[in-house]
């Protein structure tokens, strides 16, 4: 449970950024995406075995 405490005649629309902020740094919702559909492992083992080679390569760019 998230628990955003608002100062004294702090705006609600400053805090309620604040929350959604908060919200996102605990992905929370990212996990309840991926807890309602199953995907593969092989399906995991290629995507991050792609998200490696995009970093790579952005290394041998940033070498280069």
Do not use: C, H, W
Not at 22 to 32: E, I, M, V
Not at 35 to 40: T, V, Y
């Amino acid at each position: 449970m998230l628990i955003i405490p608002i100062k004294e005649g702090e705006n609600i629309d400053r805090a309620l950024k604040r929350y959604k902020r908060k919200f996102d740094k605990t992905g929370t919702k990212r996990q309840l995406q991926a807890r309602k559909q199953f995907d593969k492992p092989s399906v995991l083992n290629r995507a991050s075995f792609q998200k490696a080679q995009y970093i790579q390569r952005l290394r041998d760019r940033e070498n280069v």
